[in-house]
Nanobody, 122 residues
């Protein structure tokens, strides 16, 4: 069983930075691929970024490349999403996700957190 809990969302101005955190409960955190998704009002949930267990491989959606970065700390069972140069279109609920598969973690992860709201004002 995997439990995921996000934190760090909030209301910020365009151009600001924010860091989201995800605490992963359970064992063998290091074997899971971790990812972040987001869902804006009226839109489908979309993939944002993923990272493998050793942090040697990361993937990003084109819309966030160069602005967002994903990192993880296996000792703390934490994964982070660093959001820089935020835009109003980044407003969404951000979800942490986990899966053993590098393909599924970007499409249909097995485990999801409850989400944290990020609102970017213009």
């Amino acid at each position: 069983q995997v439990q995921l809990e996000e934190s760090g969302g909030g209301l910020v101005q365009a151009g600001s930075s924010l860091q989201l955190s995800c605490l992963r409960g359970g064992n063998t955190f290091g074997t899971y691929w971790m990812a972040w998704f987001r869902q804006a009002p009226g839109q489908e949930r979309e993939f944002v970024a993923s990272i493998n267990w050793s942090s040697s491989t990361t993937r990003y959606a084109d819309s966030v490349k160069g602005r967002f970065s994903i990192t993880r700390d296996n000792a703390k069972a934490m994964v982070y999403l660093h959001l820089n140069n935020l835009k109003p279109e980044d407003t969404a609920v951000y979800y942490c996700a986990a899966d053993l598969s590098p393909e599924f973690v970007r499409t249909t992860p097995s485990y999801w957190g409850q989400g944290t709201q990020v609102t970017v004002s213009s």
